[in-house]
């Protein structure tokens, strides 16, 4: 039984969260908890979301190990939202994808005004989770995963937590012309989220770093990292702007922009291992589909 285990976490200062096939299930302190009938949805209508864990974690079952193998995306309702040109790295890629049809000047804009860059990336059914396949759109020869920290809103607005995602992008498609981005942005499989989400309710150290490795036949294909000190607007500000004029009865998730990007000669090719991480939450992977194969692949 996991309460007595569980007293004391009214000084929590975080706790992860993770949807298995067979339910939900709690991580603190090193130990997973299964719990029973944790409604998903309600917990983004909730403003105190671990007080209710703590309530129900009297029902919970300790289990030794996450079964990494029975990942669900961490969404049942939440609509995703991502924010763009957040950090000076995303501003300079954008700036030389989009130089030749005449649309840089709009990101050196975007990037240095009041009101942010925000769209629509998925809803439920376009989201995988850890272990599950993210996808190249057939029509696109250049595609980058894009790293970025992600925010669980609340109904009423209210950071509750954080998770990993993958905002994937068609570069050719978006730099052809910037009114193409949905198009680069929004297909089946184009995001991924997860592996759970970590709920705290203090605000992520600037100091937190994003990792990203990418894997191709076995070897280091591409590396960088970046950290929150740079992202130039704050978690806050980003939810305010999403939450103007629109409602999210189930709350949502806000992707809050990449900063970083490979050069203009990577592109992601069939079979990449794409592995994302970011200090205190985990390591999100995932594995590409469709695009060409690699050159190693194609001789084979
Ligand atoms: O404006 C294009 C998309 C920007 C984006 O997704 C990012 O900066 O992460
Ligand atoms: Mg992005």
Redesign the pocket.
């Known amino acids: 039984m996991g309460l007595t285990l569980l007293d004391g976490w009214s000084k929590m200062i975080g706790m992860k969260i993770y949807q298995m096939r067979q339910g939900c299930v709690l991580e603190r302190g090193g130990r997973f908890y299964t719990l029973a009938g944790w409604d998903w949805d309600g917990m983004f209508r909730q403003d105190r979301p671990m007080e209710a864990l703590r309530a129900a974690a009297g029902n919970s079952t300790v289990i030794e190990k996450l079964d990494e193998g029975q990942l669900l995306a961490p969404i049942v309702s939440q609509e995703v939202w991502?924010a763009?040109?957040?950090?000076h790295r995303?501003r300079d890629a954008?700036m030389e994808e989009a130089r030749q049809a005449g649309g840089d000047d709009f990101?050196a804009r975007v990037y240095e005004a009041d009101r942010p860059?925000l769209f629509m990336k998925a809803t439920p059914h376009r989201v995988v989770g850890h272990g599950q396949q993210v996808r190249i759109r057939k029509d696109s020869q250049w595609n980058v995963p894009?790293p970025?920290l992600t925010l669980a809103v609340n109904s009423s607005g209210k950071i509750i937590g954080y998770t990993i995602g993958n905002?994937m992008?068609s570069r050719d498609i978006?730099g052809e012309n910037p009114l193409y981005?949905p198009q680069a942005?929004v297909y089946d499989q184009s995001c991924a989220l997860g592996p759970g989400i970590l709920l705290s309710e203090q605000g992520l150290a600037k100091t937190t770093a994003i990792r990203i490795e990418i894997l191709r036949d076995g070897k280091k294909a591409f590396e960088g990292a970046t950290d929150l000190s740079r992202l130039k607007r704050t978690p806050e500000e980003l939810v305010a702007y999403l939450f103007r004029d629109n409602s999210f009865p189930n709350g949502c998730f806000l992707m809050t922009?990449?900063g970083v990007v490979p050069d203009s000669s990577f592109t992601l090719v069939h079979g990449d291992e794409i592995r994302i991480s970011i200090d205190g939450i985990g390591t999100l992977v995932n594995t590409v589909t469709g695009g060409r194969r690699s050159s190693a692949a194609a001789d084979r």
């Open positions: 991502a763009g040109v957040t950090y995303s954008r990101y860059e894009e970025e905002d992008s978006e981005l942005k922009g990449t």
